[in-house]
């Protein structure tokens, strides 16, 4: 994947600002991409884009292909007479500052259900509005039909993980999901029309952003998560026992975040089986989301070389193993069905040598992360005099502290060195990051949105390892500003990293 010299931003839909509980797909997205357009950045990059369960993460959703409901923009569904305006009034968010800045998931949880439901029920009587659904249906059954049954599953079993469904449930007998299926006509139809609500704004979305030269970055997870309708729907793609609980699960060794490693849960691949069916699950996954986006960054590519296996039950990740991955046979299957593909490898942390051959080997750009450079003493590649052309080069991502909170919390030589080779006091230190990665060599240049507006810790969007409190930042409404579109275009035509140029 080669990209023209070119800078990006990364920013979650979710954390847009605006008047709902929760950043949205529409004006407020629209107006930010105009901001991207005025600054002259070419990419917007995002986290995965599927519906949050517990823990609110992204890269725990209970889908590899659903959209998340709560990205839905209510106001046209009011036009079009699915909502009324007063239904609008509890989907506000609350007037104080410290609201505006956080996404209440519990309230936003409860009041998306609720307008989801009216909007359905309206819905159904209005015939004119059901054909471009029943297309919709159809184009996506093959993994729509499943996702929705599951969802609708946990709705009746008050959110329980699957495993903890009854047996024939649990277990996906077809007379008893038929006559689930039956029962719950309703309820199965309303997830599917949310689904059909979030893919259509998307799609306006996406069309608006390329008529404003702006492309997008999606992102997916190697794992998909435990209780999903992923491994319900394909316990044979997954290492599970007899009673459908993962034998092993998956994380990473200690590591620059966790001194125990991070043990993220995920029951690993069964990859003899993906191999044996030709990777079929994996290739409609890559096709669907190639259709929301115009690229990808794939969470974790070390994986796919060698992936760190913990026994189901251990409480850290410290006592594992490396397990091969699937490598060259599951991108080639991939290539040869999808043609090139337009993947950004994160190959952060322990990477090896045969880590670096795959990457390479298939032509997916790296990333370098700027804040990793100043931490050990010597030089590294984390530096900008050391980044290849053919990388990707990050102030830091949705996992690192934001640049301002990084120099409030870094170890002073560790501060003295960032700011001796950006030459700075530290005051501008955010723009020093983003100016001295929009210097580099490397072919696309991101930062967060955090970094732009010079936010400390308290815009901290995520921290490895840690499961509560992370996930929620917003921006306020009306930001950013065009005085930070006018700084960073300037900054963009400086360093030849105009988008179209």
């Known amino acids: 994947m080669n990209i023209p010299r070119s800078c990006g931003v990364l920013l979650h839909p979710l954390s847009l600002g605006g008047p709902w509980l929760c950043g949205t797909l529409g004006e407020e997205a629209r107006a930010f991409v105009d901001f991207c357009a005025k600054a002259g950045i070419g990419w917007w990059q995002v986290l995965p884009l599927g519906p949050t369960a517990y823990g609110d993460s992204p890269y725990q959703s209970p889908s590899a292909f659903a959209g998340n409901p709560y990205l839905i923009d209510p106001q046209p569904l009011v036009e079009c007479g699915l909502l009324t305006p007063e239904e609008l009034e509890s989907y506000r968010k609350n007037s104080s500052a410290k609201a505006a800045e956080a996404i209440d998931y519990a309230r936003l949880f409860v009041m998306n259900t609720e307008l989801m439901d009216r909007a359905w029920l309206r819905f159904k009587a209005n015939r004119q509005l059901q054909a471009d659904f029943g297309l919709f249906c159809t184009a996506h059954a093959g993994w729509l039909d499943d996702y929705a049954l599951f969802a609708a599953i946990k709705e009746t079993e008050h959110h329980h993980a699957w495993n903890e469904w009854p047996h024939e449930l649990r277990f996906r007998e077809r007379r008893a999901l038929s006559r689930f299926a039956q029962e719950h006509t309703d309820s199965v139809g309303?997830?599917?029309?949310?689904?059909?609500?979030?893919?259509?704004?998307?799609r306006a979305l996406r069309e608006y952003a390329h008529a404003q030269g702006l492309k997008i970055i999606g992102d997916i997870p190697i794992f998909a998560a435990y209780d999903s309708a992923d491994v319900w729907a394909h316990?044979?793609?997954?290492?599970?026992d007899g009673e459908g609980r993962p034998t092993h699960v998956a994380g990473v060794p200690p590591d620059y975040f966790t001194a125990t490693g991070q043990l993220w849960g995920n029951p690993l691949y069964s990859w003899s089986v993906h191999k044996k069916q030709g990777y079929a699950w994996w290739i409609e996954r890559v096709r669907h989301s190639l259709h929301l986006v115009d690229a990808l960054r794939i969470d974790h590519f070390r994986g796919f070389e060698a992936y760190w296996a913990v026994p189901a039950g251990e409480p850290t990740a410290e006592h594992g193993r490396w397990e091969k991955g699937p490598g060259y046979s599951l991108f080639n299957a991939l290539k040869e069905a999808l043609g090139e593909l337009p993947i950004i490898a994160e190959d952060l942390g322990f990477i090896t040598p045969e880590v670096t051959e795959l990457r390479d080997s298939l032509g997916f750009p790296g990333m370098r992360i700027l804040q990793f450079a100043f931490e050990p003493e010597g030089d590294n590649q984390d530096y900008p005099h050391n980044y290849p052309r053919h990388c990707i080069a990050y102030t830091g991502t949705h996992?690192?502290?934001?640049?301002?909170?990084?120099?409030?919390h870094a170890a002073g030589p560790a501060k003295r060195r960032a700011c001796a080779y950006m030459r700075t006091k530290g005051k501008t230190f955010?723009?020093?990051l983003i100016r001295t990665a929009w210097a580099s060599p490397a072919m696309l240049a991101v930062a967060p949105m955090q970094d732009f507006l010079g936010l400390g810790s308290e815009a901290r969007m995520n921290f490895p390892g840690r499961q509560d409190g992370y996930w929620t930042w917003r921006m306020r409404e009306n930001t950013p500003s065009p005085g930070i579109a006018r700084r960073l275009r300037r900054l963009t035509e400086t360093y030849f990293r105009l988008s179209g140029v």
């Open 190 to 202: 309303r997830i599917k029309f949310s689904q059909f609500l979030f893919f259509s704004q998307w």
């Open 235 to 240: 316990p044979e793609l997954f290492r599970l």
């Open 399 to 408: 996992d690192n502290d934001t640049a301002m909170g990084w120099l409030s």
């Open 430 to 432: 955010s723009w020093d």
